[in-house]
């Protein structure tokens, strides 16, 4: 398997979470690391579904949609 | 009959092995296992002493597994056993790349079945579709309720409030009953290869806003698109390949109650299917359509393959024909027609293209729903004629508790609906809520738990009528937060809960129910049906007992309810709606507006 082959963003639905345990002062730190993540990336439309801070850090859940309903789909969709 | 050899190459015995080993047997294949935690030499030796046809191992065990599994096969193909010999593995540790690259002929990683394991062992591919394939069949929620009352005081006044409602109604209609006549019309034309255009035009004249519009002139509305053949092309061959793999085994166990539905409605067309199919492939027992919002408020469907921006997916004939074929036959196909100015018409298309269920309320739709109660009761009434002439069942959806209404007059409502149907000869399920609603909060009665309040209002529907019960919609709706793991688990709970007081279905929500940021995603799809299966698997027949204040919480619910339909006989269903005994604006309850003024007499045109 040549993994440099492989299109895993094309054979996505719709979006990519990722999720982790930022060390962090506060939510605002947390949220502000998730989106870097995500736009550093290289996701465009990107946000934050969950966090949580206690103590050291947050839980984070960020989400970058690849696909919005309407607009495109991975089935040859276009904008509406 | 094949020779088997199974060997587990940890310490301890992998209980998956022993039951390949039994589903072997029962398939009429010899069988060997080994002990535990034999090296690699004592098992090729025994293979070679058995003279066996296949050599199955597992490990659980993570550590070391390469340099096991590298052992095994350097000695098997040492002693010419690997030319022979049908060599396969499987466990918890494995990974099918990680086999296939120590030249196994077959690895299977977790959640292999003892099927997989037997077609391997046959020499045959593994076919969910034939001998391998799960059964599904499609299952009649009204099944063997009579709808007989238990409680007779509210039997007879229902009584009364259906003959008063069936004088009231008879002469009565509305464009939407109109339109419905007309969408038959052209059907049966298309179907017999006659012209519309006539029966289109008139259609046309009923409709307002987007759809007026579209009969006019052909526009559609900025936000919405049709579909193209090509996507629909690269659609069918995804279908295909998720139909290639069979129905997947029952949510439930072995067809026990509840059956699980979930709703779509993401706007597009494409993507709904690609997520029902997922929904399916997660063992969802059915879907349910969801329709945007302001198609509600519209007079009249558009008409194509139609894709909106915006939550809701368009109604329209050829929608629910590209949905309805992508299901497998056993999924139910629910399409919700209970509010807005089109809810004859919805019927009639559910049940001209093979929908199962639809829904029907005229308290919801009218108090909570924004359509005008007298124009919602004319058009439901004609629903739920259409209804029982498609055989379709309805449930009775009471989200007005969501507004504040409390669960008595929700109650009472959905009660006045059923009879309603019942006299028509329809077939209605009771839906009431299991929520942590606005009159939950501010009367305490979810302080210590969820279970009670729920429960008592199954035992007081459960003490009125003998009718199906199907929860919704979401269950546990209020009680989601934006947190996967929580969302999952109140969900699931709340299905267990719905499983152990013997209700009928629920309706489940996304563990992206209190996510406002963007549309749901099919991970968090997957991830509900992953927690209801587990909660279900958890409890199965086991009850979920409830505290003394639920049989107390459901006295006082039947006792309310008596009260409400006790007012409505002495004004009637369709006025008591709008004087407020079916909820009022100090409960969060208000007549709706849509369609106001547009019921007329038979005897008047309504054109």
Known sequence: MEDGKLKPLSAMLDGLDIETFFMCRDEAEGRNLMLALLTQLGFADVDIVFIEHRGPGARVRGRAYLHRPGVSHPFGGQSA | MKKVLLAPIDPVHDVGLKMINRGLKEAGHETILLPPDLPPEEIVEAALRENVDCVLLSRTLGYDVAEHTARFVDLAEAAGLREKVLLGIGGMAIRPELGAEMGFDGAFGPGTTVAQALAFVEGRPFSEV?????????????????????????????????????????????????????????????????????????????????????????????????????????LWKYCAQADSKGPSPDIRRGGAKPLVFTQYGTGCLVTDI??????????????????????????????GVLSHRGDGTIITAENLFHIGHSLFAHTLFQVRAHRGLNTPETVLLAGELGA?????????????????????????????????????????????????????????????????????????????LFCKG???????????????????????????????????????FMTHTEDRVQSALTTSLHAALGAAVGVD???????????????????????TLRGVKEALRFFGHAKITPTAAAETMANELVDKIVTVLTQATETGFVAGLYQGIFGNPDDGAYPGRAGKGSVTRRTECVR
Request: include cysteine; charge should be negative.
């Open chain 2, 505 to 527: 279905a629920v309706s489940i929500a996304s563990t992206d129910e209190a996510y406002s940021g963007g549309p749901i995603v099919s991970g968090s799809r997957v991830d």
């Open chain 2, 274 to 303: 690609a997520h029902v199919k997922l929904l399916e492939a997660w063992a969802a027992d059915g879907v349910v359509h969801f329709d945007p919002s302001w198609g509600a408020r519209t007079e009249g469907f558009m008409e």
């Open chain 2, 438 to 476: 606005p009159e939950a909060l501010i009367r305490g009665l979810m302080d210590d738990n969820y279970v009670d309040f729920n429960a008592a209002k199954v035992i007081a529907l459960r003490s009125i009528i003998d009718a199906p019960i199907w929860p919704g919609a979401p269950v546990g």
């Open chain 2, 130 to 234: 034939a001998g391998d394939a799960v059964k599904r069949s499609r299952p009649d929620l009204t099944a063997g309720y009579t709808y007989e009352y238990k409680n007779t005081k509210i039997q007879a006044l229902l009584d009364q409030i259906v003959d008063q409602f069936m004088t009231w109604a008879a002469d009565r209609t509305s464009p939407a009953v109109e339109r419905a006549a007309l969408r038959k019309a052209m059907l049966d034309a298309k179907k017999n290869g006659e012209d519309v255009s006539q029966l289109r035009q008139a259609y046309g004249k009923l409709c307002t806003g987007a759809s007026a519009a579209f009969y006019a002139t052909g526009a559609l509305p900025d936000v919405v698109r049709e579909v193209t053949q090509s996507e629909l092309e690269q």
């Open chain 2, 356 to 432: 199962h269920l639809t829904k029907i309320n005229i308290a919801y739709g009218s108090l909570a729903g924004g359509t005008d109660p007298e124009r919602l009761a004319i058009d439901a009434f004609e629903a739920m004629r259409l209804a029982a002439q498609y055989g379709l069942p309805y449930d009775v959806v009471t989200n007005e508790e969501l507004a504040g209404v409390p669960a008595h007059k929700a109650f009472a409502g959905m009660l006045a609906t059923l009879a309603i149907g019942r006299r028509l000869g329809g077939r209605p399920i009771l839906q009431p």
